[in-house]
């Protein structure tokens, strides 16, 4: 018989609404709670606001039924076992993260609490949140005995956050607490047992009852550095190969290559060696920033962040100098861009290369068509049409006219597009790729002049630059 438990998930972003439905599927009960009514009304109604995978089928079979959604937090708190905290954690004065929406979670908490309940941080939190949320909950006089504070950090991507959050590398629990050990071990029993892989209708991924995930007892305050480190680890993967990408531009070798031997060794891996125009996302740059600042608060000397973080912009930078080389002056220009969201398979777009890099380009003076599978109703809020930026259908209607193409968005329907085709519309046949979807041979044998991140350009654009 399954063993199902009363959660309560506060925050209906993308890792409290992923991990409501998941829990769900887990064979749990679920409340989540949000202080947006219409979030709350539009989840109710089958709207899952967010792109993503599995994301509409999960909700479907589960809201209104094994997931209820409310704005009430106190009646969520009294009936449940275990609350996950799952609000954000923005980027505040200075990169320092801004925790205030924990707070007033963890107060509303306190107030509605009147039988033992497991506090879990999901949301990543800087080292020590979890003494401060015990602090919050002691000072609105709650008992010691009626409470537990749990560190259990969310490392799913977005585009494949549901098949990351059942199907993880590992699952963290940080706790010095026996009962709330306890209580975690059994939230999340049917993954690491290795029966859910075993159910019919489980979502896919790499797990398998032969292959259940880890399930890691920390400290807390080992399993909010843990959540903190991996994100600034991998971001500083992606920093490094761009920092080599551009040793490789000035040595006239190839980035892709490099990086295929250094992954081969099992000690580095291939993956989040990719180059390109620098991460983006809700996560690497407030996580990058907020580590950064709790080292520093804590007196250790950890400058190696401030060059990840320096690589990173700089990597725009770099990008729209090659734009520049490419078309020798920007100002009047008709440039394609291909890609809004930070990566391909979202229609996230914070903190978002591909934005930044159009507004840099609007400030340059250039006029832009643009299109991306799924962003571009969020793009248009904060980079709203106009007689310079236009919203097209698909990237046949971007190339149109072009001077220049732009691949600033790794979707995979960016990877094989009918090139004979692109390039019997564009103007001039130029693409510049900042996430090297294409090989450069394949790229001139279709007349195109390719420019590319970290790889020679082709023959002709050398001349070009060069002149
Ligand atoms: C990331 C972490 O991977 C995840 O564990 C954490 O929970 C949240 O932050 P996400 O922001 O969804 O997830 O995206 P991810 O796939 O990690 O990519 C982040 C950024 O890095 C994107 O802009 C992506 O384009 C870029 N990236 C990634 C590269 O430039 N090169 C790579 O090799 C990998």
Same mark, same amino acid.
């Given at each position: ?146 409470? *537990?504070?749990?560190?259990? &950090?969310? $490392? @799913? !991507?977005? =585009? ?7 199907? /993880? ?95 081969? *060794?099992?000690?580095?891996? &291939?993956? $989040? @060696? !990719?180059? =390109? ?7 690497? /740059? ?182």
């Amino acid at each position: 018989m399954k063993d199902t438990i009363q959660i309560a998930v506060v925050g209906s972003g993308y890792v409290g609404l992923v991990a409501a439905v998941c829990f769900a599927e887990m064979g749990h009960s679920v409340v989540c709670v949000d202080n947006d009514q219409r979030k709350v009304d539009a989840l109710r109604s089958g709207d899952s606001l967010i792109h993503e995978n599995h994301l509409p089928e999960l909700l479907e079979r589960y809201r209104n039924s094994k997931v209820r959604f409310t704005s009430d937090l106190g009646e969520a708190t009294r009936e449940a076992e275990a609350i996950f905290i799952a609000v954000g954690t923005p980027q505040g004065d200075s990169g320092k993260a801004d925790l205030s929406y924990v707070e007033a979670v963890a107060n509303e908490i306190a107030r509605s609490l009147t039988s033992y309940k497991v506090i879990v941080e999901k949301s990543t939190v800087p080292v020590y949140t979890n003494e401060w949320i015990r602090r919050v909950m002691e000072r609105n006089g709650v008992s010691q005995r009626l409470f *537990d504070v749990v560190s259990n &950090p969310e $490392f @799913l !991507r977005e =585009g494949t956050a549901i098949s990351d959050f059942l199907h /993880p590398d590992r699952i963290v629990v940080g706790t010095d607490s026996e009962p709330a050990r306890a209580l975690l071990a059994r939230i999340y029993e049917p993954l690491t047992n290795g029966s859910y892989y075993e159910q019919d209708d489980s979502i896919d991924g790499f797990r398998s009852s032969a292959a259940p995930p880890p399930l890691l007892f920390t400290s807390t305050k080992s399993a909010e550095i843990i959540k903190h480190a991996s994100n600034a680890f991998l971001a500083l993967k992606i920093s490094f190969i761009n920092a080599v990408s551009n040793l490789c531009e000035a040595a006239d070798a190839d980035v892709e290559q490099v990086a295929r031997g250094m992954g081969l *060794d099992s000690r580095i891996g &291939p993956r $989040f @060696l !990719r180059p =390109g125009i620098g991460y983006g996302g809700s996560c690497f /740059p407030k996580d990058v920033a907020a580590f950064r600042v709790v080292a520093e608060q804590l007196g250790v000397d950890f400058a190696l962040l401030t060059e990840v973080e320096n690589i990173n912009a700089d990597q725009k930078k770099r990008f729209l100098n090659k734009v520049r080389s490419a078309l020798w002056t920007l100002r009047g220009k008709k440039i394609g861009v291909l890609g809004l969201s930070f990566k391909g398979g979202t229609d996230d777009i914070r903190e978002s290369p591909a934005i930044e890099l159009v507004e840099m380009l609007l400030a340059e003076g250039c006029s832009i068509n643009a299109f991306d599978p799924a962003a571009m109703a969020r793009a248009e809020l904060v980079l709203p049409p106009g007689s310079n930026l236009r919203y097209m259908p698909d990237a046949y209607a971007v190339a149109h006219n072009a001077e220049a193409l732009l691949i600033l968005t790794d979707w995979e329907e960016f990877s094989h597009l009918d090139l004979h085709r692109l390039n019997g519309l564009m103007r001039y046949p130029i693409v510049v790729d900042g996430r090297n979807l294409y090989d450069p041979d394949v790229m001139s044998q279709n007349g195109f002049t390719y420019f590319s991140v970290g790889r020679p350009a082709t023959q002709h654009v050398h001349e070009l630059t060069t002149a």
